[in-house]
């Protein structure tokens, strides 16, 4: 590669220190730097500075490729491909295993607090039963799982609503 220094001290490149730079073929460096005037040369021929070029060496970059870019923003073929990218993102995560259909985690969740309730269902007679607990014990018991049983339900919509509440923040911005 050929880099020559001028007056200035920036750096000049030829095509072909720029086609080795960036890796693609020198043609396709020519044809990009068409319209670009040479700031000097190397060893005879046109040179550039890299700052003056590196776009259009590196071609058009896909707006998508931006971070912070809205997608709804771009074009018709970028946002066709990003929301293709993001369908197929979406799967591959599905399949690993990363994330998990909403449906599949409600069931659980559901299945998880069904077992749990027949639990507490189940001990003021374990308690009377098993324990010999008088009737006023057993009715106190029942008092405090009934407690603990509509704290975890508000605990779950306080949790719900902050979940809404993200959504729609996330929706919005």
Known sequence: MVATLVHSGARLWSINALAEEFGIDRRTVKKRLEGIPPAGETNGHPAWRLRDVAIAVMGPQSAAQTFGVDPDELPPKD???HYRAEREKIRWESEQRISIPAPEVEQVVATAFKALSQGLDSIPDVLENDCALGAAEVERTIEVID?????????????????EQNDDACESG
């Open 147 to 163: 407690n603990i049983r509509e704290g975890l339900y508000q605990q779950l919509l306080e949790v719900c609503g902050k979940m």
């Open 79 to 81: 946002r066709l491909d």
